[in-house]
T-cell receptor, first 112, second 116 residues
Framework: ELKVEQNPLFLSMQEGKNYTIYCNYSTTSDRLYWYRQDPGKSLESLFVLLSNGAVKQEGRLMASLDTKARLSTLHITAAVHDLSATYFCAVDLTSGTYKYIFGTGTRLKVLA | EPEVTQTPSHQVTQMGQEVILRCVPISNHLYFYWYRQILGQKVEFLVSFYNNEISEKSEIFDDQFSVERPDGSNFTLKIRSTKLEDSAMYFC??????????????FGPGTRLTVL
């Protein structure tokens, strides 16, 4: 069974600092998604990563995918309070199944 | 921009009652999904549905759960006899392809189910 683990689970950081969230998964996949979730809200799609070496950036967030290491990172540059949320990665298996397997989530709190 | 919609946004029910959660997927999508998220936990896959039948289901999706596409636009999740542990946020999603092809799923806003 595919396992998707994120670390850290909780992250409290000061505004202006940089940090990276890691998403490790246990089986072959070259499709990975990052989502943001505000409390009580739905999943907002941030990034779609479809191949080894894919890198995407949007504002202060940058995501990358290393399929050989089975690792994706979400890098936060110069954090601002508005980035406070829970971030999930989700892996889409390439073996014909239809489900996403979500990571454990990282709850980010950016302190002003 | 097309989006997945869900109703109701919040459903409160008594234990043992039946509930039906409704979703309207994006209109040209062919694959439909339900996921759930217990408060403070990760999102878990429940079931996928294509061509009027279940494609895949998780261990969570037991005999108390069923899905249906009663007409050309709605996709429903029924829980026959709710338990306290069914309290969660339920997300519907849809995609236009599945399996080995690129399969970006678009998620609805969720229905929060509270079982008392």
């Amino acid at each position: 069974e595919l396992k998707v683990e994120q670390n850290p689970l909780f992250l409290s950081m000061q505004e202006g600092k940089n940090y990276t969230i890691y998403c490790n998964y246990s089986t072959t996949s070259d499709r990975l998604y990052w989502y943001r979730q505000d409390p009580g809200k739905s999943l907002e799609s941030l990034f779609v990563l479809l191949s080894n070496g894919a890198v995407k950036q949007e504002g202060r967030l940058m995501a990358s995918l290393d399929t050989k290491a089975r690792l994706s990172t979400l890098h936060i540059t110069a954090a601002v309070h508005d980035l406070s949320a829970t971030y999930f990665c989700a892996v889409d298996l390439t073996s014909g199944t239809y489900k996403y397997i979500f990571g454990t989530g990282t709850r980010l709190k950016v302190l002003a | 921009e097309p989006e997945v919609t869900q109703t109701p946004s919040h459903q409160v029910t008594q234990m043992g009652q039946e509930v039906i959660l409704r979703c309207v997927p994006i209109s040209n999508h062919l694959y439909f999904y339900w996921y759930r998220q217990i408060l403070g936990q990760k999102v878990e896959f429940l079931v996928s549905f294509y061509n009027n039948e279940i494609s895949e289901k998780s261990e969570i999706f037991d005999d108390q759960f069923s899905v249906e596409r009663p007409d050309g636009s709605n996709f429903t999740l029924k829980i026959r006899s709710t338990k306290l542990e069914d309290s969660a946020m339920y997300f519907c999603a849809s995609s236009d392809t599945g399996g080995n092809r690129f399969n970006e799923q678009f998620f609805g806003p969720g229905t929060r189910l509270t079982v008392l």
